[in-house]
């Protein structure tokens, strides 16, 4: 059985001050969840406040990118040793924002996922087509190339920890969600990709999140398809009760 895993990306939202408020709130309205993984991914600057006000050690936390190198001349960057010291356990790579804003390729994307796992992080790997790729029928090719890409001279055992965002491109921050039959359609395919590629138990235990204008009113629909095994949740994260609402709606 695969447990549920949901995930709050707060972007560059949410300040280290803001995101110990947001705890104390979001912590009460979640005490009751038991059978899901619930992740917050507050941007690198607020982890440290947003860890420390955690009370619930079921609760984890992600960083939203890291750099692939140790150390060194990297003005900006954050390593992974880094984020692992704050305790993060999660690290999203390859979110569509990092691929189009900061010109990521997946050869980049590769790097940072093959150095989070040697590092004991478990990658989040976003992938995920565009509207013109959808409507010209490439859902499946871009799809394809974006797992090959990142998951390059990887084998099933380094990635059991491994966890795949769904999210297209033209649902994230649009209001616009996939429809769950688009949504399962798209899983079912990535699951039959993961089993063609490293195996079936790699393929059955793998959990990949639907990501793109997820809300409290959609959540449960959406996950209650069976390759639907979570969200990552972006604008409706960013309020206590919006996600809490997503989290208890997908998991009552
Ligand atoms: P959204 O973002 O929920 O605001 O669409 C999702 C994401 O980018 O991960």
Known sequence: MRVPIIAANWKMNITPSQAVNFVKEFETLVRQVSN???VLCPSACAIESTKRALQNPAIKTGAQNI???????????????????????????????????????NEMINKKVKKSIQQGLK????????????????????????????????????????VIAYEPVWAI??????SPEQA??????????LSG???????????????????PDNAREL?????????LVGGASLVPSSFAAIITHSTN
């Open 67 to 105: 750099y692939f190198e140790e150390k060194g001349a990297f003005t900006g960057e954050t390593s992974l040793e880094m984020i692992k010291d704050l305790g993060c356990e999660y690290v999203i790579l390859g979110h569509s924002e990092r691929r189009t804003l900061f010109a990521e390729s």
């Open 184 to 193: 399962e359609d798209a899983h079912r395919f990535i699951r039959e990709w």
């Open 123 to 162: 990658p989040i790997l976003c992938i995920g087509e565009l509207l013109t790729e959808r409507e010209s029928g490439k859902t499946e090719a871009v799809v394809s190339s974006q797992l090959e890409g990142s998951l390059k001279d990887l084998d099933a055992a380094s990635l059991k920890d491994l």
């Open 173 to 178: 921050g649009t209001g616009v969600t996939a």
């Open 223 to 231: 996950m209650n398809k069976p390759n639907i095994d979570g969200a």
């Open 36 to 38: 899901t993984e619930i």
């Open 197 to 215: 590629k490293f195996g079936s138990e790699l393929a059955e235990s793998t959990r990949i999140q639907y990501g793109g204008s997820v809300k």
